[in-house]
């Protein structure tokens, strides 16, 4: 009992030292003792459990000399979530796991995602995401000092709201839709006849609790945590659009690190974007990520199925149907039209290209 006893005070005393002398590693190698990441979800969605992993892959791989703290919510940003990428340019946020539609203002090549019904599928967005277009997108970060790291994934947007299920873009006229301040989310609502409001995410769940809004949209990684079910009657599944997410650090920043410390950084978000990746499209892909969770990170998902889980809590959840796709291509044809330019010809192309590959 007393060796016991002696053995574990010894190995903790081990423990202590070795942090201590990390910690003092660290500080001498002039890392901060607190990198700040800007989030704009809360831990419990899947963005923000990618967030953790990140956070929690970059101690273990830098042997705790980097530190990451997540500030869920947008905190940094006291909510204002399109700011994400101006801050984290400038030096005030360190890094962030972001959406490409709260880095649009600064990085407008990001819409590419959001084109309204262009990038539907898995397949196509992984194309896109590996190919030539997602590369333009992570080139242009790199000019707006801003160096991404890896891909992670919020998913495609599907559309929740108390009144109708929506089956053609008639059925939209009038409804509020809760969207973020995406200028391309204004423009495609309008399209629809619906009536778009912006919004924070920090300020969205208090509307659509008090009714201030008819529905939003979003993915079903963000749809279950929030419980939508408690608010919204109807889930349209549409995929009219997606938004990835991107780890990405300051410049400046990111260039003093030594290379082993990139190279870890590096490895971390590439396997906490695989982790969060699947977590986002759980039970929407046949089964391929709910075993890459299980064999590759021994996690098992609470919930396996999404669209089961909704159906379940009472929502009545409708797919459209090509036809039905069709009208709603032909209504937002205008803003493609607007917006590809806005975005650029060339990426549009590029994206194009890398869907035919
Ligand atoms: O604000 C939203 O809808 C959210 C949480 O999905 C984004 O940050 C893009």
Request: charged content about 20%; proline content about 5%; overall charge positive.
């Amino acid at each position: 009992m007393k060796n016991r006893k002696e053995t574990l005070r010894a190995a903790a005393v081990l423990v202590a030292g070795l942090i201590f002398l990390t910690t003092a590693v660290a500080q001498a190698a002039g890392y901060k003792k607190e990198y700040k990441m800007q989030v704009t979800v809360g831990p419990k969605f899947y963005w923000g459990m990618g967030a953790t992993k990140f956070a929690e892959l970059v101690r273990e791989k830098t042997n705790g000399q980097i530190n990451i703290k997540p500030y869920f919510g947008s905190a940094l940003l006291k909510g204002a979530q399109l700011k994400s990428s101006q801050m984290v340019a400038k030096g005030v946020i360190d890094c962030a796991l972001d959406s490409t539609i709260n880095i649009s203002p600064v990085i407008p090549e990001a819409n590419i995602f959001h084109l309204p019904f262009f990038l539907n599928t898995f397949e196509n967005l992984d194309k896109v995401k590996y190919g030539a277009a997602g590369a333009a997108v992570f080139s242009a970060m790199e000019k707006k000092r801003l160096t991404p790291l890896a891909w992670a994934e919020n998913g495609f947007r599907q559309i929740t709201n108390s009144k109708i299920a929506i089956k053609t873009p008639d059925d939209m006229k009038g409804l509020r839709i809760r969207v973020v301040g995406n200028p391309m989310f204004l423009d495609t609502f309008r399209a629809l006849g619906a009536d778009p409001v912006n919004m924070n995410w920090g300020d969205a769940v208090a509307g659509f609790q008090q009714g201030v809004v008819d529905g939003q949209e979003n993915p079903v990684g963000v749809l279950i945590p929030v419980q939508i079910h408690q608010y919204h009657q109807y889930a349209t599944l549409w995929n009219y659009l997606v938004d990835p997410l991107i780890f990405y650090w300051n410049q400046r920043q990111w260039k003093k690190f030594p290379a082993d410390i990139r190279e870890a950084i590096l490895a971390a978000a590439k396997e906490a974007g695989r982790f969060e990746t699947a977590l986002a499209r759980a039970g929407l892909d046949g089964g391929v990520s709910l075993d890459i969770l299980k064999n590759e990170f021994g996690y098992t998902m609470a919930v396996p199925d999404p669209v089961a889980y909704m159906t379940g809590k009472g929502m009545t959840v409708n797919t459209l149907t090509e036809d039905q796709r069709r009208a709603f291509i032909r209504a937002t044809l205008p803003v493609k039209e607007k917006w590809v330019p806005k975005i650029g010809a060339d990426l549009y192309e590029k994206a194009v290209a890398d869907m035919k590959k």
